[in-house]
């Protein structure tokens, strides 16, 4: 009770203070709150090419359907494998016709149907790398009512190498914006308590625990680390409606993500203030 | 009550502050450490105080020992032994009352008693009319008197006074001199380290510790200890010693 009267008091004593620590803190966050922004829509950008990976096996003109039905149901038996989809050839051309209607002449008039039927075959998440794609295929060519089978190698494994690079550049970065995020809430937190050195040093020298001398502390440095969050939420939320309505539409981070934000920031101002007490502490 | 054996303090880079120094005071005595500056008289204090530990020997506290205390038990210490500094060290921007009443409130004591016993503290000390001032529009002798009834605030066995005249006009330190004389006629033992020759000279029957280059060159109950030089300034030395007890 007395660590929350006390936190109270200390930033209704030096609310100035407080709300300048709490806007450092918002500074350092705001950046990884960009950061999390243009991770975010980058992954959702990746992950719906990623949606878009498939197999697809030609069928011989001969193929009987019976033979047909007998590899939809091995296929879907794969581990990797989500979902099958039989295109016939008429199907195929009437979605070539509808889909290349610049070659609309090439499909008029023909006497025979020169598409083939086909098995399009849908991936499971996390099985859409170049290797698993490569595995799937590689069964399929064993059906010798299979023509030909395609996943389009290199487009997948351009899109797995630059999914590579993305992911350890957020780490990179996201690492390191988190670390520089870290020592300004840290330096932030040490600014305000070192201009209460004075209570710290009087609360040990009458003889005050150091548990009660650091929770009030504690709080304190959480709710700064806690504002400092929410207010950091504020100005990315600004700056992605800015950019959505003036450049190109983005999409906004999950509630997860902000509430993660939120309470790293808390954490770092707990973690901070109590490495900050500690010194004094130790000093009287 | 307390015990300096064989006490040395040695920093890295200052060397010796305190060397191969041994006392003993007693429940309610009232002792005077003096010497010169840098002679160690802050050192012993705050080895006290616990703030700090030997580097050899053994000091002992009321029952606390400096060998075997942890610094998580200093608390218990610290709520025995009262400490008050030449530059007050009192929460700028507080009232008088708000000083004691913290003192009071980060040691646990009960909402209920906190106001009773701000008001008894600043009574003794003289200072119930202007509980309500903040400290900074106190004066030098007023501001010490804060300090001292915060010291009081957890009914300390011992205080320590680190040179607490030592920012005062000779009226104000007078009016300290006399508070410490009234709680040390009340059974409390009192340790202060001052460099006013003039104060200790007017006190001849309080016992007299003198320091000299982190020696202890002259103890008033025992005579003289060391061979230790004396400070630039020493005191005459053939003030009346004072037995252990004894009355100021």
Redesign the interface.
């Known amino acids: 009770m007395h660590a929350f009267r006390e936190a109270a008091n200390a930033v209704r004593r030096a609310p100035f203070l407080t709300v300048l620590s709490a806007a450092m803190v918002a500074l350092a966050l705001y950046v990884v709150g960009i950061f999390g922004v243009a991770t975010f829509n980058l992954h959702q950008a990746l992950q719906r090419i990623e949606e878009r990976v498939e197999v697809v096996a030609y069928l011989r003109d001969g193929a009987r359907p019976s033979e047909i039905t007998l590899l939809e149901e091995d296929v879907l038996r794969m581990e990797e494998v989500r979902g099958v989809r039989f295109v016939s050839k008429e199907d195929a051309l009437e979605a070539a016709r509808r889909d290349l209607p610049e070659f609309e002449e090439l499909f008029v008039g023909l006497d025979s149907n020169p598409l083939p039927a086909s098995i399009e075959i849908e991936l499971l998440e996390g099985f859409r790398t170049p290797n698993a794609v490569a595995r799937v295929a590689e069964r399929l060519t064993i059906y010798p009512f299979v023509e030909d089978v395609r996943y389009g190698q290199e487009w997948v494994d351009r899109l797995y190498l630059l999914q590579r690079i993305g992911g350890l550049a957020t780490l990179i970065l996201g690492g390191a914006f988190a670390v520089v995020a870290a020592l300004i809430i840290g330096t932030a937190i040490r600014i305000a308590i070192f201009a209460r050195r004075e209570e710290i040093f009087v609360m040990r020298l009458v003889g005050a625990t150091n548990g009660f001398v650091r929770r009030p502390f504690l709080l304190e440095g959480a709710f700064t680390g806690a504002l400092g969050g929410a207010m950091a939420v504020g100005f990315t939320w600004f700056t992605y409606q800015l950019i959505s309505r003036a450049i190109f539409r983005l999409e906004w981070i999950p509630l997860s993500w902000i509430l993660s934000g939120v309470a790293g920031g808390a954490l770092f101002g707990l973690m901070a203030s109590g490495l900050a007490v500690r010194r004094y502490l130790q000093e009287v | 009550m307390i015990r300096f054996s064989k006490v040395t303090k040695a920093y890295p880079r200052r060397g010796k502050a305190l060397d191969d120094i041994s006392f003993q005071v007693e429940k309610g005595e009232f002792v005077f450490i003096t010497g010169h500056s840098g002679s160690g008289k802050s050192t012993a204090l705050r080895l006290l105080h616990f703030?700090e530990r030997p580097t050899d020997g053994e000091v002992r506290v009321s029952g606390f020992s400096s060998t075997v205390t942890s610094?998580?038990e200093?608390?218990?210490?610290?709520?025995r032994v009262?400490?008050v500094f030449q530059d007050f060290?009192l929460?700028?921007?507080r009232t008088a009352r708000d000083?004691v009443e913290?003192?009071l409130?980060?040691?646990?004591t009960r909402r209920g008693e906190i106001v009773s016993r701000s008001n008894r503290l600043l009574s003794q000390v003289g200072l119930a009319a202007k509980s309500g001032a903040r400290v900074e529009e106190l004066s030098g002798g007023e501001q010490q008197r804060v300090a001292i009834a915060?010291?009081l605030?957890?009914e300390p066995q011992v205080l320590l006074a680190d040179e607490p005249t030592g920012n005062l006009d000779e009226r104000a330190s007078r009016g300290i001199m006399d508070l410490f004389r009234e709680l040390n006629a009340s059974g409390m033992a009192i340790l202060m380290a001052t460099h006013d020759l003039e104060l200790v000279r007017a006190h001849p029957a309080i016992r007299l510790l003198e320091l000299s280059q982190g020696r202890l060159a002259f103890d008033s109950s025992l005579g003289v200890v060391t061979e230790a030089p004396p400070g630039p300034e020493a005191p005459d030395r053939t003030a009346a010693p004072v037995l252990p007890g004894g009355e100021v």
């Open positions: 703030a610094d998580r200093l608390w218990k210490l610290r709520r009262g400490m060290r929460l700028p921007g000083n913290f003192a409130e980060v040691t646990g915060r010291a605030a957890n």
